[in-house]
């Protein structure tokens, strides 16, 4: 089986790097994980303080689309963390490819082993 995987990518405001992630730990996770979506990996770049990623997956392109539109659209985002998370980007971008299964699971283990941040 193939899961849809979004890997979004944000170069954040200089120095922001450290309030960007506290806000996705105590905020943003917590509600993701509510609304259902599969998070497989999150965190700051080993590169840059100030750049950070979201890997997310996805049955299908219509699952990622209506998924997306009922977290964004929500109450508890919008009226969330929503506005401060996004003053603390400079920008974003996504790249969605298709992975097997077991190359999702493989990219949730390597990164929980190398951060020791759980997705789920």
């Known amino acids: ?51 950070y ?14 998924s997306q539109e009922t977290f964004y659209s929500s109450e508890a985002w919008r009226s969330g963390p929503r506005q401060a998370i996004i003053e603390l980007i400079d920008a974003d971008w996504n790249i969605v490819v298709w992975l097997t299964r077991d190359a999702v699971d493989a990219i949730r283990k390597s990164w929980i082993a190398s951060t020791g941040m759980s997705t789920g």
């Open 1 to 51: 089986m193939h899961r849809l995987v979004e890997i979004r990518s944000y170069k954040l405001k200089s120095g922001s790097g450290a309030r960007f992630h506290d806000l996705v730990i105590t905020q943003s996770m917590p509600l993701l994980r509510a609304y259902g979506t599969e998070v497989v990996a999150f965190g700051p770049s080993a590169h840059d303080g100030d750049a």
């Open 53 to 66: 990623l979201l890997i997310r997956a996805y049955d299908n392109l219509e699952d990622r689309r209506s």
